[in-house]
């Protein structure tokens, strides 16, 4: 599978029109009156297309062994296309499905590419990213246990335990088996939990349990907090590339969402996708750019799954 995929990304690039960009059943597919890289089997290929094959594969054609690693590809490509011309594989729909899928992949993949630099990302608006991340990040980081419960009367039993005067350690190997989920987590910030469990947890002196079970949307909770700990984000310079990919990434979305909203999208009676769930929780995602390097922390996961609020398992 992975060699028909390759393949067919070979051939979406390298498809379809000659030099001279006049449609045809030729190989190259673009229009250009550039100089020529190289010519194979009589195809000349565009000095253009080796440079976008190079950046492709992130080659730089200033370095004698990079350009004849990014020759090499192109020149495959191009043979690889005349081979599959003449054992007739665009016969099939499959075969003309997966072309079609990577051409449209990567022309997605170029525009974006433009979008970006069409909206350009300043260091103040990194800086003030990185301002805003770090005041929402807050100055402590947890190490606390817990356990997890579907049934709150479970949790309830704990938490008995608990104000009956049993320590945590003891509650915590009685329940575990029994729980959803029993584990220690380290070094975790308050905008990497549910809004109740962070409530919670800041309510909480060292050595501290809850005395009644923290209700989310992923069960019951009863949390021991052990310590707090005082947190430092990394300095901005260090962490500035991330904030911007993480930008660039929240650009591009909002684009799709209005191409979408401003779209006329049909689908066959009972075909339509459902409505994408918003996760609850605050995605690590939003916030990774801040922190390095990562600290054991739960994860978040599209809502439906059973790991949003917690790595599974302990």
């Known amino acids: 599978m992975v060699k028909k995929l390759i393949l067919a990304a070979a051939i979406a690039g390298v498809a379809g029109c000659s030099h ?7 190989v190259i597919n673009m229009t250009t009156s550039g100089p020529i890289a190289v010519t194979v089997n009589g195809i000349a290929v565009p000095q253009s297309l080796l440079e976008g094959i190079a950046h492709q594969h992130n080659l730089h054609l200033d ?9 090499n590809l192109t020149t495959d490509m191009v043979l690889i296309v005349q081979k599959s011309q003449h054992e007739s594989f665009a016969s099939t729909e499959q075969f003309q499905a997966d072309v079609e899928a990577s051409r449209l992949r990567g022309i997605a993949d170029a525009s974006f590419a433009e979008y970006q630099k069409m909206t350009p990302i300043t260091d103040d608006m990194l ?3 990185y301002d805003a991340q770090s005041a929402k990040t807050g100055s402590q980081v947890y190490d606390f246990g817990q356990l997890l419960f579907n049934d709150e009367g479970e949790a309830l039993k704990a938490e008995g335990d608990i104000l009956a005067g049993k320590a945590f350690s ?11 989920q029993a584990k220690v987590f380290t070094r975790v910030r308050p905008d990497q939990l549910p809004e109740p469990m962070a409530k919670a947890i800041a309510d909480l002196k060292n050595g501290e349990t809850t005395k009644v079970p923290v209700k989310t949307e992923y069960g019951w909770h009863v949390v021991h907090l052990d310590i707090v700990n005082s947190y430092t984000p990394p300095p901005f310079d260090q962490v500035k590339e991330g904030i911007r990919r993480t930008l660039q990434a929240k650009i591009g979305q909002e684009r799709i969402k209005k191409m979408r909203d401003e779209a006329k999208i049909e689908y066959p009676a009972g075909t339509a996708p459902s409505a994408p769930t918003v996760p609850a929780v605050t995605t690590p995602a939003a916030a990774p750019t801040i922190q390095s390097p990562p600290p054991t922390t739960p994860s978040t996961s599209p809502a439906g799954e059973e790991k949003p609020a917690t790595p599974k398992s302990g």
Not at 63 to 71: F, N, T
């Open 63 to 71: 370095k004698p062994p990079q350009r004849e690693q990014a020759m």
């Open 127 to 129: 800086k003030a990213e």
């Open 20 to 26: 001279d960009g006049k449609s045809s059943d030729s």
């Open 170 to 180: 003891v509650v915590f190997d009685k329940y575990r088996a029994q729980a959803k």
